[in-house]
């Protein structure tokens, strides 16, 4: 299988304090782990990620930790901010077949300011 | 400001009407993907080429729609047959092996 779940698919949050999102796959061959925001009227942009040989990426204010045995990955926004606000997708890609990414269905975070 | 050129950037088309959207793919980027984002913010794969050759489809892009990736020309994507259900936003995305997509901004189909 494919699949990639996301989970919460929605989150709100107090300005300054941390988000977190969820995501499992089912591939154990999926190698590679980006997230992507997506703002309204945008497209989605890479934020961060992640490739299998590590558990832990940290880049300023947002933290992606990766465990293969168990077949997940998450994200996590420290001292949100109200920009912060978007839709957020992680997605899992194998390094076989034809390099697909297979996406999450989104996370929808608002920042309360 | 994306490296990969999407036109247009709206598209509106009536039922059963063609529908074409254009993909100029970031310099260097073999690999060209197609999907869809509804408006639940979900993405379906559509279609994926490296260089020019196809290398995989689902089913729906075979029967409606036809899509190239001629060498030294933008990428196409082309609905034959306009349906509501087509109305959505349609991305492209370039990619070295290995490596994360590009997207680009879209083209937002409306099917009226």
């Known amino acids: 299988g494919e699949q990639v779940e996301q989970l919460p698919s929605i989150l709100r949050v107090q300005e300054r304090s941390s988000a977190s999102i969820n995501c499992t796959y089912e591939n154990s061959a999926s190698n590679y782990f980006p997230w992507y925001k997506q703002e309204p009227g945008e497209n989605p942009k890479l934020i961060i990620d992640?490739?299998?040989?590590?558990e832990r990426k940290q880049i300023q204010g947002l933290i992606v930790l990766l465990d293969k045995k168990a077949k997940r990955f998450s994200l996590h926004i420290t001292d949100t901010q109200p920009a912060d606000s978007a839709m957020y997708f992680c997605?899992?890609?194998?390094?076989?077949?034809?390099?697909?990414?297979?996406f999450g269905k989104g996370t929808s975070l608002t920042v309360i300011p | 400001n994306s490296k990969v050129i999407q036109t247009p950037r709206y598209l509106v088309k009536g039922q059963g009407q063609k529908a074409k959207m254009r993909c100029i793919p970031e310099?260097?980027?073999?690999?060209v993907f197609w999907y869809q984002q509804n408006k639940n913010n979900e993405f379906k794969f559509l279609i994926n080429f490296q260089n020019q050759e196809v290398l995989q489809q689902i089913d729906m892009t075979e029967k409606r729609f036809s899509a190239e990736c001629p060498s030294n020309s933008p990428c196409s994507l082309e609905i034959q047959s306009s349906e509501a259900g087509d109305s959505a936003l349609y991305l492209c995305?370039?990619?070295?092996?290995?490596?994360?997509?590009?997207f680009g901004s879209g083209t937002r189909l409306l099917v009226i």
């Open positions: 997605a899992a890609r194998s390094n076989t077949g034809y390099q697909n990414f297979y």
């Open positions: 992640i490739r299998s040989n590590m």
């Open positions: 310099k260097g980027h073999p690999v």
């Open positions: 995305a370039s990619s070295r092996a290995n490596s994360d997509y590009t």
